[in-house]
């Protein structure tokens, strides 16, 4: 069974930091790529970032050069490190992969930046 788990959110004032983690179970963790989506009220879901399982990164043009994509395979966690958050980064945060023909999502972490 796969599962995806993301923690992580929470509050935080405009400019500061905040780091979401997602761990994976149930599948190969070093052979998955990995996403991180956000859907804010009332807005479609739109992918944040993306590793690869070679470490390659896509970023989302809002976020390039403030959020930062990570993985660690020997502890099957993908990381989003966000800094100088905008009010507008406000969110629900979701862990995605697709594995083999698949598609996994974990149930969000909530990310609310205040001005």
């Known amino acids: 069974q796969v599962q995806l788990v993301e923690s992580g959110g929470g509050l935080v004032q405009a400019g500061e930091s905040l780091r979401v983690s997602c761990t994976a179970s149930g599948i190969r963790f070093s052979f998955s790529a990995m996403g991180w989506y956000r859907q804010a009220p009332g807005k479609q879901r739109e992918l944040v970032a993306r590793?690869?399982?070679?470490?390659?990164?896509n970023y989302v043009d809002s976020v390039k050069g403030r959020f930062t994509i990570s993985r660690d395979n020997a502890k099957n966690t993908v990381y989003l490190q966000m800094n100088s958050l905008k009010p507008e980064d406000t969110s629900v945060y979701y862990c995605?992969?697709?594995?083999?023909?698949?598609?996994?999502w974990g149930k969000g972490t909530l990310v609310t930046v205040s001005s």
């Open positions: 590793i690869g399982i070679d470490g390659s990164t």
């Open positions: 995605y992969t697709k594995y083999f023909t698949m598609e996994y």
